[in-house]
């Protein structure tokens, strides 16, 4: 248990530790906890749903993004799963010692300290993604909402409908939804933790999509979204030529 514990959040295990600036490590310190970065009573009192402040209020989702783009870090990647897998091996050496002891012991089954901790560790992972994945969606839905029937609500002087010239709000409006779609594109292929390699977890559950999707190396997941988006929007786009938009959408010339 020594060995375990010199392994978890100490300093005496140096082989394993990466320098990291305050800021990375104040906000994954609560995402690791599985503790939302605001609350969000902490959010209204901020006043970060007021459109005047979206500009510091992306700053708070993209640090969500910075922190899982941490590690993600080749080094830190290669850190984690070490550190996980020498604990692994502790308890395997534990489990070895308990079963000695409980073997011919009358109703005492084989212990697995070492598999405890594999269910653990993917449990873990699997929170703390899911609930920073969902703090950021879900406040990047709040964000978007009066941003969009902004856009739709506004008639600029001599508005020539959709395809019309922009002025300078609709641009405005343009430029922040465009933001929030890359801070939502972001967190979907960086807030995630790849167990691949990780002694004891032995096969991945199955996953909607291609598996470069939920590759371990950050730029192999971010450059499959990406095409997979290209995909999923040019799909959209020829649904929509034969639909209401038909009139609207200008001959591409062979783009498609």
Not at 51 to 56: K, S
Request: charged content about 20%; aromatic content about 8%; glycine content about 8%.
């Amino acid at each position: 248990m020594t060995n375990i514990m010199a392994r978890i959040g100490s300093e005496r295990d140096s082989t394993c530790l990466c320098m990291v600036g305050k800021n990375i490590q104040s906000l994954k310190s609560r995402l690791w906890e599985g503790i939302i970065p605001l609350s969000n009573q902490l959010w209204l009192e901020k006043g970060l749903n007021q459109p005047e402040y979206l500009d510091f209020t992306c700053q708070q989702l993209k640090a969500v993004i910075a922190v899982f783009q941490y590690l993600n870090e080749p080094t830190v990647r290669l850190y984690l799963r070490d550190t996980f897998n020498f604990i692994y091996d502790h308890g395997v050496a534990l489990d070895t010692v308990f079963n000695k002891r409980r073997t011919g012991q009358s109703g005492k089954n084989p212990v697995s300290v070492a598999g405890l901790w594999t269910m653990y560790m993917t449990a873990h992972f699997e929170m703390m993604t899911e609930r920073a994945h969902r703090w950021v969606t879900v406040h990047v839905n709040i964000l978007r909402a009066p941003l969009l029937r902004a856009l739709l609500e506004h008639r600029p002087p001599g508005d020539g409908g959709l395809l019309g010239q922009p002025d300078a709000l609709r641009w405005k409006l343009a430029d922040s939804l465009h933001i929030l779609t890359e801070i939502t594109a972001n967190a979907d292929f960086t807030i995630m933790i790849p167990m691949d390699g990780y002694k004891g977890c032995f096969t991945a559950p199955p996953r909607d999509g291609p598996a470069a999707l939920h590759a371990v190396n950050l730029l192999t997941r971010s450059k499959a979204y990406h095409e997979r988006l290209r995909l999923l929007t040019r799909a959209a786009i020829l649904r929509h030529v034969t639909g209401p938009w038909r009139d609207l959408i200008p001959s591409s010339g062979g783009i498609m």
